[in-house]
């Protein structure tokens, strides 16, 4: 079965900085590759993902994430980030031959230092 | 558009009572999800539908039951509450291919005591 590994339970960063939040999945048949944010009291939101195509995908707000196949890993980086990017940020895979359910990670807190 | 409504949005139960958590989606869509979010936990799967009359377990499905009468519903139940079922609860759908894209409820937090 499918499993996500999110690396970093919390990310402290400083306003303007990139960040990374690293996430791997554990199987290497084709696959689906998702981020969700949720920020403070809300549901998750899809951010980005990758269905097919281009290893570089681009989401909302900035985001933008690389699938890598080899080392079965789907990294979200932003370039420089902002006090609106508090929140907290979920990798989820699912398999692409299989008619099945979404499977999260269990999320990366994302804290924007002043 | 309304998408993906949940209620209520806050219920303090005691051991032993009963409820109901509501869920509709006005998107058409065939797959709809519960979701129960504990601290550092992530998102674990109660149970799943893919169409209605259609209803499947998903990785945590012990005290709760559910049904899907109507595309649009997928209500859950719990039937006698235990503090461990304390958490926040979301429910979700998908279009006719699972596994492109999930949308979001708002969210149920839910004490037992």
């Known amino acids: 079965a499918q499993s996500v590994t999110q690396l970093d339970s919390q990310v402290p960063v400083f306003e303007e900085a990139p960040v990374e939040l690293r996430c791997n999945y554990s199987s290497s048949v084709s696959v689906y590759l998702f981020w969700y944010v949720q920020y403070p009291n809300q549901g998750l939101q899809l951010l980005l993902k990758?269905?097919?195509?281009?290893?570089l995908v681009k989401g909302i707000n900035g985001f933008e994430a690389e699938f890598n196949k080899s080392q079965t890993s789907f990294h979200l980086r932003k370039p420089s980030v902002h006090i609106s990017d508090t929140a907290e940020y979920f990798c989820?895979?699912?398999?692409?031959?299989?008619?099945?359910?979404?499977?999260f990670g269990k999320g990366t807190r994302l804290h924007i230092l002043p | 558009n309304a998408g993906v409504t949940q209620t209520p949005k806050f219920r303090i139960l005691k051991i032993g009572q009963s409820m109901t958590l509501q869920c509709t989606q006005d998107?058409?869509?065939?797959?709809m999800y519960w979701y129960r979010q504990d601290p550092g936990m992530g998102l674990k799967l109660i149970y799943y539908?893919?169409?209605?009359?259609?209803?499947d377990k998903g990785e945590v499905p012990n005290g709760y039951n559910v049904s899907r009468s109507t595309t649009e519903d997928f209500p859950l139940r719990l039937e006698l509450a235990a503090p461990s079922q304390t958490s926040v609860y979301f429910c979700a759908s998908g279009p006719p291919t699972l596994n492109t894209e999930a949308f979001f409820g708002q969210g149920t937090r839910l004490t037992v005591v």
């Open positions: 989820a895979v699912s398999d692409v031959n299989r008619d099945d359910k979404i499977i």
């Open positions: 539908s893919v169409g209605a009359g259609i209803t």
């Open positions: 998107m058409n869509h065939n797959y």
């Open positions: 990758y269905l097919s195509g281009s290893t």
